[in-house]
C-alpha cells in the first residue's frame, strides 16, 4: 500500500510564476491536509480538505493561495505569483475517512524554493 | 485556543544517553489527541505515537517511551540508549477530536546524538 506521495519533491520558481504542488493521499484516505513548514517558524496548518470540498481554510493567505481536490486525481495545491517569503516546505497529510482518521500520515513534502 | 511547547530548541546527548524531550499543551477541550512525529535530517515526517485524551497509559514501544500526565498538560517523550540514527528534529502536536483533525504543532527539539 503506497503512502502519500507529492510531487515535485523540488521545485524551483522565479518571482511572479506559478507554483502548482501535487498531492496522493493513501488509497482509501478521503481527506487532504496541507501543513507549511518556514524556517524558523515551524509546521503551521494551511487548509483541511474532503473529496470536492473545502472544509477549513484558515491558515491558507487570503492572496495568491488556493487548494483544491477533486473527485477524481490528486489535491492540488496553488501558488500563483510567488515570491521569496514562500520559500518553504509543503507537507500533505491524508487520513481515512472514519476509523482511524485520528492519525494522519504525510508525504515527503516539496520544497519550493523561489529564486 | 490551543497551544503546543516544546521548550527545548536543541538537544545534545552522547551515544547510549537516555534523553527526554518536553512537550505542554494548552486546550479548552475535554477530548483531544497528542501526537508526536519525527523529522529526520532527509526532512520526511515520520509518525511515532497517537494518545488520546482518555487514556492516561503510559506507552513503551523498544527504546521510546511516553508519559502523558492531564494534571500537568504534559506529554514527554524519552528516548532510552540513544542511537546515532535517533538525531533528527522531534515534533508534538494537538488537534481537536472533532470532524476537523487539523494539527496544532510545536516548533520542535532538534536532538544531535553523538558518538
Known amino acids: 500500500n503506497a503512502g502519500v506521495m507529492q510531487n515535485p519533491r523540488h521545485l524551483v520558481r522565479r518571482r511572479g510564476q506559478e507554483a502548482r504542488l501535487r498531492c496522493s493521499p493513501m488509497?482509501?484516505?478521503?481527506?487532504v491536509y496541507w501543513y507549511r513548514q518556514l524556517p524558523e517558524e515551524g509546521l503551521k496548518f494551511m487548509v483541511y480538505?474532503?473529496?470536492?470540498?473545502?472544509?477549513?481554510e484558515s491558515g491558507m493567505p487570503k492572496e495568491r493561495f488556493s487548494a483544491e481536490f477533486p473527485k477524481e486525481g490528486p489535491s492540488i495545491l496553488r501558488i500563483q505569483q510567488v515570491v521569496r517569503g514562500d520559500s518553504a516546505a509543503y507537507f500533505c497529510?491524508?487520513?481515512?475517512?472514519?476509523?482511524?482518521?485520528?492519525?494522519?500520515?504525510f508525504g515527503p513534502g516539496t520544497r519550493l524554493l523561489v529564486l | 485556543a490551543q497551544k503546543v511547547t516544546q521548550a527545548q530548541t536543541e538537544i545534545s546527548v552522547v551515544e547510549k544517553e537516555d534523553v527526554t524531550l518536553d512537550c505542554v499543551y494548552e486546550?479548552?477541550?475535554?477530548?483531544?489527541?497528542l501526537f508526536w512525529y519525527k523529522q529526520p535530517p532527509s526532512g520526511e515526517l515520520v509518525f511515532l505515537i497517537r494518545?488520546?485524551?482518555?487514556d492516561e497509559q503510559n506507552e513503551i514501544s523498544g527504546r521510546y517511551s511516553w508519559n502523558f500526565q492531564k494534571s500537568t498538560s504534559s506529554f514527554n517523550f524519552t528516548i532510552t540508549a540513544s542511537q546515532v540514527v535517533d538525531s533528527a528534529v522531534y515534533f508534538c502536536a494537538l488537534s481537536y477530536a472533532g470532524n476537523n483533525r487539523k494539527l496544532i504543532w510545536g516548533l520542535g527539539t532538534s536532538l544531535a546524538v553523538n558518538p
Open positions: 494518545r488520546n485524551s482518555f
Open positions: 497529510a491524508s487520513s481515512p475517512p472514519n476509523r482511524g482518521a485520528e492519525t494522519q500520515y
Open positions: 480538505l474532503q473529496k470536492e470540498n473545502i472544509i477549513d
Open positions: 486546550t479548552r477541550d475535554t477530548t483531544y489527541y
Open positions: 488509497k482509501g484516505h478521503s481527506h
